[in-house]
């Protein structure tokens, strides 16, 4: 019911279980097929794979039992293996797989950093802590990272291995990352994820981009948030690992295992029902100085940080250069003791747990001030309130369409009712030629495109004279852009 080919650079070898589910795992018998080199002219990735493994319902309560992926680097002979029931908890592991001593992953700390980096990155969507530590016999999921194959009774050359199942989970599952990689952590990772994913019920899927996939892909995989066509892992006889009839672009595109006949699978959904959501990034105000404020080098920085769990890192940054660090509040910090006169940019960001970060950015004066664009260094600055800021007409300047706040020189996309412009804060009468400082319903004032400060309303062709007070709702979307999830 599954495949196993070999990886890069050996023939390519499928195994083929029974294609009835009800046939366990450990009644399965192997049928070895050579495929032709013609065969799967899009497949040129390594092969990973997953077995079925019979999964007692009850074991697979809701919600998911654990949260934490456990990475597990094989060192010495700590990835032993035994035959049996998978499970993670036990000393030494126990597989429906195989069993056997897996030898220690070859390639050095540079790649197994980049390794744990990537994987954290890729599960931040998610709530689910992905760690270096060993949980013991403590509910969690388990990757090795090591070995080779045929040292726990697996063909030569397979990539990956992971029991596979239609329950929502596999419980205390422990899949298999073999060192067949060489040094390359991308593709380590990317097979990491596929494989513990398939312990969540998650088919392979044909988009390359996608974790899921046997098609090649140059660049970091994610789990994708669409409903993509489950297959690329179609042999000869067009048939999918799990015995599913093949059609479709050079028929690599079959049913999804556990779709009830569904073509497509959406991988953030199924996960993010089993873990949620990577939950809030934290909240980053900076409380001192305010944004247009004249500060003195070496002045005060206060922030406000918070998170519905917890706040691990504090950073603040001046013009982009990392000035100093906490890790516990209060978060408090001091400006360079030499800055030039001009406009300087704070920056503050906070990480909580699970690394998710956010960014808060005031812009403040050393000196005097800018009276008018000709006093600012970049010929596309324009001045507000003394500060040199990018002007308009230039990508992330003031009145350009956003998105989101990242779209803004200044980090402030503003939204009313739908239109959304990059904003410099301001009081009346310090915005450019074509802009008026507009209330911005939460105490303060934004430079907004064709807004008449005498009438109170905007004189942009087609647009309607908005109150404060729908002002007010409209801006309140603002909040919410300015914090930053990278
Ligand atoms: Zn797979």
């Known amino acids: 019911m599954h495949a196993i080919n070999r990886a890069r650079g050996g023939p390519r070898v499928v195994v083929l279980w029974p294609a009835r589910l009800a046939v366990a795992a450990a009644a399965a ?16 990735r390594p092969r990973a ?59 050095g700390d540079d790649t197994w950093n980049t390794v744990v980096a990537c994987m954290r990155e890729v599960y931040a969507p998610f709530n689910v ?26 063909p030569n050359g397979v990539g990956g291995v992971s029991p596979f199942s239609c329950m929502p989970y596999i419980p205390n599952s422990v899949v298999f990352v073999y060192d067949v990689w060489g040094n390359d952590p991308e593709e380590i990772c990317a097979t990491a994820a596929q494989e513990i994913a398939h312990s969540f019920s998650v088919d392979h899927c044909t988009d390359a981009s996608d974790p899921m996939t046997y098609f090649e892909y140059h660049g970091r995989r994610h789990y994708q948030n669409r ?24 028929f690599q595109e079959h049913a999804c295992a556990c779709g009830n006949g569904a073509q497509t699978q959406n991988d ?66 001091t400006g360079p003791a030499m800055l030039a006169d001009g406009t ?29 664009p000709a006093d600012c260094p970049d010929a596309t600055n324009t001045c507000v309130g003394g500060r040199c800021v990018t002007g308009p007409g230039v990508a992330g300047g003031l009145g350009q369409v956003c998105n989101a706040a990242t779209d803004c020189a200044s980090w ?51 647009g309607s004279p908005l109150g404060t007070a729908v002002l007010g709702l409209g801006f309140a979307a603002l909040v919410l852009l300015r914090r930053r999830r990278a």
């Not at 192997?30 to 032709?36: D, E, G, I, S, Y």
């Not at 301001?426 to 807004?451: A, Y």
Request: charged letters at 15%.
């Open 412 to 462: 402030l996309c503003a939204n009313d009712n739908g239109s959304r412009y990059c904003a410099e804060s301001c009081k009346p009468g310090q915005c450019p030629s074509g802009f008026g400082c507009r209330d911005d319903g939460l105490g303060g004032g934004l430079c907004w495109p064709g807004f008449d400060e005498d009438s109170g309303g905007c004189t942009t062709a087609g």
């Open 268 to 333: 953030v959904q199924v996960i993010t029902a089993l873990f949620g959501d990577g939950g809030t990034p934290p909240t980053v105000k900076i409380v001192s100085p305010r944004i247009g404020d004249t500060v003195e080098p070496g002045f005060t920085v206060i922030a406000q940080i918070t998170d519905d769990v917890a706040v691990a890192e504090a950073e603040m940054r001046v013009d982009g250069a990392l000035i100093s660090s906490a890790t516990a509040a209060p978060y408090t910090f």
């Open 129 to 154: 802590e992905i760690t270096q530590i060993s949980p013991g016999s403590a509910p969690h999921f388990e990757i090795m990272i090591g070995g080779r194959p045929e040292e726990m009774g697996l």
């Open 227 to 250: 409903q993509i066509q489950c297959g690329s892992d179609c042999d000869a006889n067009h048939r999918s690992p799990l015995g599913a009839t093949c059609g479709g672009t050079d």
């Open 49 to 107: 794979t997953m077995m079925w493994e019979t999964i007692d319902p009850v074991a697979a309560t809701s919600p998911v039992n654990t949260h934490t992926i456990y990475l597990h680097r094989c060192v010495g002979s700590d990835c032993t293996v035994v035959q049996g029931t998978t499970n993670s908890t036990t000393s030494p592991v126990h597989s429906s797989l195989g069993h056997g001593v897996l030898s220690p992953f070859s390639q």
């Open 344 to 372: 300087h940019t704070i920056e503050v960001a906070g990480y909580d747990n699970l690394g998710a970060p956010a960014r808060a950015r005031v812009q403040v004066i050393v000196g005097p001030g800018c009276k008018a």
């Open 29 to 44: 018998w192997w049928l070895l097929a050579p495929v032709a080199a013609s065969a799967a002219p899009r497949v040129g």
